[in-house]
């Protein structure tokens, strides 16, 4: 169920789900139809989520498609018109470059560049951000990037959770406890959830579940016993903090939001919809 506390509540759900099609329709009748609750602090937070996850998936198949390899952090690449090469592999914005430039370059000519999955990830995230809230505001926010192992601006916000169900957006991790010592980059994969059991993980491709189990299987130490599996838990970005800055009719800053203290609860049984004040 979706649970909302938001003063200036003057929607349905069946209108929300009328301004969405595709996967940010099916994401939001999931949660509806969820035993799990789901809860925001406004029904703007609710329609940017739907809009961010559904670019984070986007993006995810957009950076498999652009040609970019995997690369270990010794052999990590980029293009030196945008970033500079760190000592550890790592790839520092230019002061002179503009940031949603040099990410979007990341994805136009992604034959220059060459990275492991955790920064495959946070490209993934920042590239998810600029298709949701503009060039403008996204340069404003992220002005100085490193992308290295995982590293982020804190303004993502990004966060480790536990949960029993996992969405389209959502970032979950393979670990690969037997992994051969000699390889350590394949100690474990991050990957991007897509639907339909299909995740987007760097280096391996876009593939099932069960497929990335079997690629990473393949990447053990000699007589290793342990197989390869998905980690309980998934990554999300602040979806309430990054909402203050979209441009969609009705947002709301979340730094001057006020509740009224009523609480909205939305829920979903067959085709029918309930919403309880």
Same mark, same amino acid.
Request: aromatic share 12%.
């Given at each position: 169920?979706?649970?909302?506390?938001?003063?200036?509540?003057?929607?349905?759900?069946?209108?929300?789900?009328?301004?969405?099609?595709?996967?940010?329709?099916?994401?939001?009748?999931?949660?509806?139809?969820?035993?799990?609750?789901?809860?925001?602090?406004?029904?703007?937070?609710?329609?940017?989520?739907?809009?961010?996850?559904?670019?984070?998936?986007?993006?995810?198949?957009?950076?498999?498609?652009?040609?970019?390899?995997?690369?270990?952090?010794?052999?990590?690449?980029?293009?030196?018109?945008?970033?500079?090469?760190?000592?550890?592999?790592?790839?520092?914005?230019?002061?002179?470059?503009?940031?949603?430039?040099?990410?979007?370059?990341?994805?136009?000519?992604?034959?220059? *560049?060459?990275? %492991?999955? =955790?920064?495959?990830?946070?490209?993934? #995230?920042?590239?998810?951000?600029? &298709?949701?809230? /503009?060039?403008?505001?996204?340069?404003?926010?992220?002005?100085?990037?490193?992308?290295?192992?995982?590293?982020?601006?804190?303004?993502?916000?990004?966060?480790?959770?536990?949960?029993?169900?996992?969405?389209?957006?959502?970032?979950?991790?393979?670990?690969?406890?037997?992994?051969?010592?000699?390889?350590?980059?394949?100690?474990?994969?991050?990957?991007?959830?897509?639907?339909?059991?299909?995740?987007?993980?760097?280096?391996?491709?876009?593939?099932?579940?069960?497929?990335?189990?079997?690629?990473?299987?393949?990447?053990?130490?000699?007589?290793?016993?342990?197989?390869? *599996?998905?980690? %309980?838990? =998934?990554?999300?970005?602040?979806?309430? #903090?990054?909402?203050?800055?979209? &441009?969609?009719? /009705?947002?709301?800053?979340?730094?001057?939001?006020?509740?009224?203290?009523?609480?909205?609860?939305?829920?979903?049984?067959?085709?029918?919809?309930?919403?309880?004040?």
């Amino acid at each position: 169920m979706i649970q909302i506390a938001d003063a200036l509540l003057d929607s349905s759900m069946v209108e929300l789900e009328a301004s969405f099609s595709g996967l940010k329709r099916r994401i939001l009748e999931h949660m509806a139809a969820s035993p799990i609750p789901y809860r925001y602090p406004s029904l703007s937070v609710v329609r940017f989520e739907m809009k961010l996850r559904s670019h984070i998936v986007e993006a995810a198949k957009k950076l498999n498609e652009s040609g970019a390899d995997f690369a270990t952090f010794e052999e990590s690449r980029c293009n030196p018109r945008y970033w500079i090469l760190t000592e550890k592999g790592g790839f520092r914005l230019r002061e002179n470059a503009e940031p949603a430039e040099a990410m979007e370059d990341i994805f136009k000519n992604g034959r220059s *560049y060459g990275f %492991e999955c =955790a920064t495959a990830i946070v490209i993934v #995230y920042y590239k998810a951000i600029i &298709d949701s809230i /503009g060039r403008q505001k996204f340069n404003r926010l992220f002005s100085s990037i490193l992308l290295y192992d995982g590293v982020y601006d804190e303004d993502l916000g990004l966060k480790w959770y536990k949960t029993e169900e996992y969405l389209p957006g959502d970032v979950l991790y393979f670990k690969n406890p037997d992994h051969n010592p000699e390889t350590p980059e394949w100690q474990g994969e991050n990957v991007v959830l897509l639907e339909d059991n299909r995740y987007f993980a760097h280096g391996i491709g876009i593939k099932t579940g069960e497929q990335i189990i079997a690629a990473l299987n393949k990447k053990r130490k000699p007589g290793a016993t342990v197989s390869a *599996y998905l980690q %309980e838990g =998934a990554a999300r970005p602040d979806f309430a #903090y990054l909402a203050q800055y979209d &441009d969609q009719e /009705g947002a709301v800053s979340i730094r001057n939001h006020r509740a009224s203290g009523n609480r909205f609860i939305i829920a979903r049984i067959g085709s029918a919809t309930y919403i309880k004040a």
